[in-house]
């Protein structure tokens, strides 16, 4: 596109969406130098608006960033006050005592909190301090410099005709331009996809791993309501079908979220997982629980978990990988948010010192050695083995082994076990359809469960129908050629948002792509046995806008 002129911006630093990590980078950089000019870029409608709510927060994060944030007003209001561990079977659970677990499993001292308000929050103290930050403002590309860096990035582009070219109602958009850009654009980025494999920031790592997190919020019942309470399970209605698990979180208001995790490396392609979250609510515990309330919002996205060998190279030149772009997600605490502020902060702080020293567009080296080195370092270190004990050898042996080297890694500083490997990406993993029984789902009862289409209507999620489909096949037979016949097309149940079809029309078998129903999972990215799909970013405010909740 290098007839398209544009008109460019100069900033110190330009950074990539305004989650937990890109926020904080934000805010550290303005506390170092507030003369330094750093813009936020979100493609979200507003800040939070692609961030569903519902979350334990270990504050260690903001205790870094913001040692004041509870006279700040954070909207940090509900201290956990109690820890739940069930395993599951169809009929029935049993508790899991707390005792045996290590202390990094205690959730004593965190937060139930919405991420969206909290990102909320933390964007005002951003402009408080001078940050510039811009919703509805879509990263489409990178701009590279003369010598290969990372100079920039273009962002507002609009108006493009159906079939991604530029008509004649098409805004260009404009090239912003930073000493560095941080990439913290969530999971599987477009931008962090493209620098990871233009610099080879994932050669001699394993490879990443992933899960499909979907949650619901729902009301309840006041009386059964119980603030502060943490819940996870195990088990049913899983079992060996595929690693996984639930969460229920007691916020205030009568408000619990309700989300379940599937891992994707599964190997049957009949597997669908939003029907397995669907199942798991007519549990006798949960059923019981959700009786007499509503569900007021959905919403998925993808989580990585491939954990400390996983974590790709964190910088490149002219830029740094922050937050869960990178994968610093706590697998058996299902947490990344507390890491994500903490990269956000360390980014910050070299590329201040880079700027002061009068260098720009280089690799922020202090940046990854402060992330390998530090508390992020020693968080994901201590359960590296879990998810690879859990999908080599099931949920049994992986609670105990699992917990063995937790204990070992933190009582000692070491693990008998090494470093294990993760092998096949979760795409790899997908194995032929003949291979499998297809799995009976029980159809939604409207009350406790519901078809996907529903509930994407929950999550509020809209798209331009005449934009181009932001979801790019690089070869439009491959589904039916190819998904079809050997993986009986998996992508219409590994979508939580039912964007992808298999139709008849004339007699024959057509793949449609919804992309309006879109919540920005990326699971299709990730999961296609065939890697045809590619998510990109489509216009900004374009995707779901989460209720402020």
């Known amino acids: 596109m290098a007839e398209i002129e544009r008109e460019a911006m100069e900033y110190d630093v330009v950074i990539v969406g305004a989650g937990p990590a890109g926020l904080s980078a934000a805010i550290r950089l303005k506390q170092l130098d507030a003369d330094l000019q750093v813009v936020v870029l979100e493609k979200g409608s507003e800040v939070g608006a692609h961030i569903l709510s519902g979350a334990v927060l270990d504050p260690c994060g903001l205790d870094a960033l913001i040692p004041d944030w509870k006279e700040k007003g954070a909207p940090l209001n509900v201290p956990v006050k109690d820890d739940n561990f069930y395993m599951l079977g169809e009929a029935g659970d049993v508790r899991i005592p707390n005792f045996p677990m290590p202390p990094l499993m205690n959730n004593h001292g965190n937060y139930i909190v919405s991420m969206g308000n909290v990102c909320r929050w933390m964007a005002e103290q951003a402009e408080e301090l001078g940050v510039e930050i811009f919703p509805g403002m879509a990263c489409s590309e990178l701009v590279y410099g003369d010598n290969g860096e990372v100079k920039g990035v273009v962002a507002g582009v609009f108006g493009l005709e159906e079939d991604g070219s530029y008509g004649p109602n098409t805004e260009p958009g404009m090239e912003l331009h930073g000493k560095y850009v941080f990439l913290s654009e969530g999971v599987r980025g477009s ?37 502060g309470s943490v819940t996870h399970t195990m088990g049913w209605p899983l079992n060996s079908n595929a690693g996984g698990g639930s969460f229920i979180y007691h916020l205030d208001n ?60 964190l910088t490149f030149p002219g830029g740094a990988l922050l937050g869960c772009s990178a994968g610093m997600v706590n697998v058996p605490r299902i947490k990344g948010n507390h890491n994500a502020m903490l990269s956000g902060k360390a980014a910050a702080e070299a ?123 690089g070869n439009k037979d491959t589904p039916i050629a190819v998904n079809l016949p050997k993986y009986d097309e998996p992508a219409q149940r590994y979508c939580p948002a039912g964007v992808y079809e298999v139709v008849e029309k004339d007699g024959k078998p057509e793949f449609v792509v919804n992309f309006q129903n879109c919540v920005h999972c990326k699971t299709c990215d990730i999961k296609d046995p065939s890697q045809n799909i590619t998510w990109t970013t489509p216009q900004g405010g374009d ?7």
């Not at 931008?191 to 992933?210: F, M, N, T």
Request: hydrophobic share 35%; glycine share 10%.
């Open 254 to 313: 009568n408000q619990v979220y309700v989300g379940f995790v599937v891992h994707l490396n599964y190997k049957n392609p009949h597997l669908y997982p939003y029907m397995e979250f669907q199942r798991f609510k007519h549990h006798p515990m949960v059923a019981e629980l959700l009786k007499g309330g509503k569900r007021v919002a959905y919403g998925a996205r993808a989580i990585t978990e491939g954990g400390y060998q996983s974590m790709p190279k």
């Open 543 to 549: 995707g779901p806008n989460y209720p402020n909740m």
């Open 191 to 227: 931008l962090s996809k493209e620098v990871i494999a233009k610099y080879g920031l994932s050669d001699g790592k394993e490879p990443q791993k992933y899960g499909v997190g979907m949650k619901e919020i729902w009301e309840i019942d006041p009386a059964k309501h119980k603030e």
């Open 351 to 473: 590329a201040y010192e880079a700027i002061k020293a009068g260098r720009q567009s280089d690799e922020l080296t202090d940046y990854e050695a402060d992330v390998r080195d530090g508390p992020i370092g020693k968080d994901l270190k201590k359960v590296r083995n879990v998810k690879p004990m859990w999908s080599k050898w099931g949920l049994t042996a992986s609670l105990a082994l699992g917990g063995l080297d937790m204990w070992t890694n933190t009582l000692l500083g070491f693990s008998f076990f090494g470093t294990l490997g993760h092998g096949k990406n979760d795409a790899e993993a997908t194995e032929p359809a003949e291979k499998h029984k297809p799995i009976d789902y029980p159809k939604p009862d409207g009350v406790l469960s519901f078809d996907r289409l529903t509930n994407v209507s929950f999550a509020a999620t809209n798209h331009e129908e005449s934009q181009p489909c932001h979801l790019r096949l």
